[in-house]
């Protein structure tokens, strides 16, 4: 199976700031990855796909990039409906898999 | 607009068993494959299993194979999980979800169905 790692676990952040999560998959998945964002009690919402292709609706400060092993989520200017946890999946190959998750929080 | 309404979930007994049933409405269900993510209390997400669009490929996560079995009636737009030989780590909100037509990456989700395993 595909690992997918992330870090951190958590970050804390004020709005304004620019946030950077990571998502390391072993092995390299090329560039079949998702990022999630979910909110507590609400199922998640996709952000992006293929690794760098923004979702309709999904503001512009949201921005990923990488391929093979590193990829990253950056969120240019955090906003107040951006506290959340993020999550990376990998789409090369079954089983399918998440990262742990990174959960964004207020300082 | 795209609805995605589970069903099915409640509390069972390590051991047995439960169908999860997803209605699928607002979109050609025909046309997409689905997916079964859950979530532990407190946890991240795992994928649990998907099936294609006509039914005819099926994949799991190696913890829930010759346990869960995934079908779809797409005379009925209604997606399901026949779960079995529960145990106390299924416990979890199940969610039905759509998979993009680029690839299996999950798109559109229901709002989950909690399923608890407890004597």
């Known amino acids: 199976d595909i690992q997918m790692t992330q870090s951190p676990s958590s970050v804390s952040a004020s709005v304004g700031d620019r946030v950077t999560i990571t998502c390391r998959a072993s092995?390299?998945?090329?560039?079949?990855l998702a990022w999630y964002q979910q909110k507590p009690g609400k199922a998640p919402k996709l952000l992006i796909s293929?690794?760098?292709s923004l979702q309709s609706g999904v503001p512009s400060r949201f921005s990923g990039s990488g391929s093979g092993t590193d990829f990253t989520l950056t969120i240019s200017s955090l906003q107040p409906e951006d506290f959340a946890t993020y999550y990376c999946?990998?789409?090369?190959?079954?089983?399918?898999?998440f990262g742990g998750g990174t959960k964004v929080e207020n300082k | 607009e795209v609805q995605l309404l589970e069903s099915g979930g409640g509390l069972v007994q390590p051991g047995g068993s439960l169908r999860l049933s997803c209605a699928a409405s607002?979109?050609?269900?025909?046309?997409?494959?689905m997916s079964w993510v859950r979530q532990a209390p407190g946890k991240g997400l795992e994928w649990v299993s998907g099936?294609?669009?006509?039914?005819?490929?099926?994949y799991y996560t190696d913890s829930v194979k010759g346990r869960f079995t995934i079908s779809r009636d797409n005379s009925k737009n209604t997606l399901y999980l026949q779960m079995n030989s529960l145990r106390a780590e299924d416990a979890a909100v199940y969610y039905c979800?759509?998979?993009?037509?680029?690839?299996?990456?999950?798109?559109?989700w229901g709002q989950g169905t909690l399923v608890t395993v407890s004597s």
């Open positions: 099936v294609s669009s006509s039914g005819g490929s099926a």
């Open positions: 979800a759509i998979v993009e037509s680029s690839a299996w990456y999950v798109g559109d």
């Open positions: 607002g979109f050609t269900f025909s046309s997409y494959a």
């Open positions: 999946q990998q789409a090369k190959s079954f089983p399918l898999t």
């Open positions: 092995p390299g998945i090329s560039s079949w």
């Open positions: 293929g690794a760098t």
